[in-house]
């Protein structure tokens, strides 16, 4: 499994430190990507509004299957059901 987590730096994001906090907890790796918010990011940004991820954080996470291909997931936001799925995955997983 893969995460990554597109946060905001230019403001104050609540929803972005939430979210961290959450995967750290579970023990979810992910990796932070910041700076979704800046000016050098907008094309970023637009790509990221036009799928209907409208708030912060966006997260996306691949699922790798055995035979090497893999299911895409993303959410925007805080979403502790999304963050409690991903927990019990790597659980079975172990």
Excluded: H
């Excluded at 700076?35 to 970023?44: K, R, T, V």
């Excluded at 997260?59 to 090497?68: E, G, H, L, N």
């Excluded at 893999?70 to 925007?76: G, I, Q, S």
């Amino acid at each position: 499994m893969e995460a990554t987590v597109y946060t905001k730096t230019g403001t104050y994001c609540g929803q972005c430190v939430t979210t961290i906090r959450a995967l750290e907890k579970a023990e979810i790796p992910f990796e932070e990507v910041p700076g979704i918010d800046l000016p050098e990011n907008a094309n970023l940004l637009q790509m990221f509004k036009d799928r209907g991820l409208t708030s912060a954080p966006i997260v996306f996470v691949k699922i790798w299957d055995t035979d090497k291909s893999y299911d895409m997931y993303a959410w925007a936001g805080f979403r502790p059901d999304k963050i409690a799925w991903l927990s019990g995955l790597i659980k079975e997983a172990a």
